[in-house]
């Protein structure tokens, strides 16, 4: 029984040596990919921003926090906020990068993570395709490059330039201004839409707050 | 059996998809687009060659230098060390993915540890490598390697194509194409495997018939 012991601990302490190992050697690459991935995202909701702050935690009025980046420009004019926002979709709990001016408009969103369903909510990342497989193919034998960026998914592009009171959700057939659900998917559009809404809404409350408290 | 068809058998006579059923589970969920098929079976390839390499490895020794009585006892515990080793293997895969093909990682998600307790890498380990040399083991998890990856992807090929009028991500209908969406969905998964299967087994049977 012990010799048993012993062979199984030989073994899971080699896989523990080779498992140590390779962390180090990963560490920094996993650590530089996430920065790199956040960098990227808050790049895409404040456009105009050339530099942003660190990760800023402030307590809401009524509970829970507010997490944001402020965005500045080149010449250090603040250009906007980029608030983390999420809400539990319809498989996966989705997260989501919102970034709006001072006045509160909504700059462009991102999202961060997700694992809807693949086809139906998934598509809340779909990025509209500029070129069909042929032509792609067609590119490749004449030795184009692909293009370098691959564009913003659509249906985050549908918050750009609203203001919080105009985020209504129009499921289809219905029609008219608002947030545009996909077809088959409205409670990941209803998830994502209030996570955007929610995150603005926490956000406002944080600097209302905090006025009160100044003046007082 | 010759080291050739040893490669072989994986692709064709025994694969783990349409043959021996094995790993359908992440073969229903990450078969819907082309790329995630490729990147799981290629990730699933590299566990299978490690896990199938070291198994046969180390029951390679402990047959050499145990006692007959305490190989045997060694057999309780065999299914252990080989979750240990195969595990190891899926947590290296994991991060280096994480640190060097985020994207890939993003999209693979929570199938990615779920390689641990894909049957095939288990099944080889006890059938296979556990009772074979080295050699042998290597080349019996590549061509299983290879026979699931390329059942992953000729199934999410016809997923993709159907499902979201898309291969490798790339639009292969014009505009007017309305995607099949069950395709995407689980339940499209096994249609196109059963159909394949039964495909496959027609073709076979034609073979046959032609032989006699």
Known sequence: MIKLCIVLGVVCTLSGLALGLVYQVTERPIEEAARRALERSLGVVLPRAARFSAERVTPCAGGGEAVYYEGYASDGALVGYALMGGKQGY???????????????????????????????????????????????????????????????????????????????????????GIHALTGATITSRALTDAVEESIERFLSTRRGGADSDGG | MSPGREFTKGIFKLNPIFVLLLGLCPTLAVSVRVVDALGMGCATTFVLLCSNMAVALLSGILRKHATEDFYRKLQKIRIPMYIVIIASFVTVVELFMKGFTPALHKSLGIFVPLIVVNCIILGRAEAFASKNRLSASFLDALGMGIGFTLGLCLLATFREVLGAGKFFGYPVFGKGFQPVLIMALPPGAFLTIGLLMGWFHLMKMRKRGKGQ
Request: overall charge negative; aromatic content about 6%; charged content about 20%.
């Open chain 1, 91 to 177: 498989q996966s709990y989705i997260k989501v990068l919102v970034g709006i001016d001072p006045a509160g408009v909504i700059q462009g969103i991102d999202v961060l993570q997700q694992a809807e369903t693949p086809g139906l909510g998934a598509r809340i990342e779909e990025v509209a395709a500029r070129e069909t497989l042929w032509g792609r193919l067609h590119q490749v034998f004449a030795g184009e490059a692909p293009p370098s960026s691959p564009g913003r998914p659509w249906f985050g592009q549908q918050f750009d330039g609203r203001t919080i009171d105009r985020l209504t959700l129009i499921v289809p057939p219905r029609q008219g201004d």
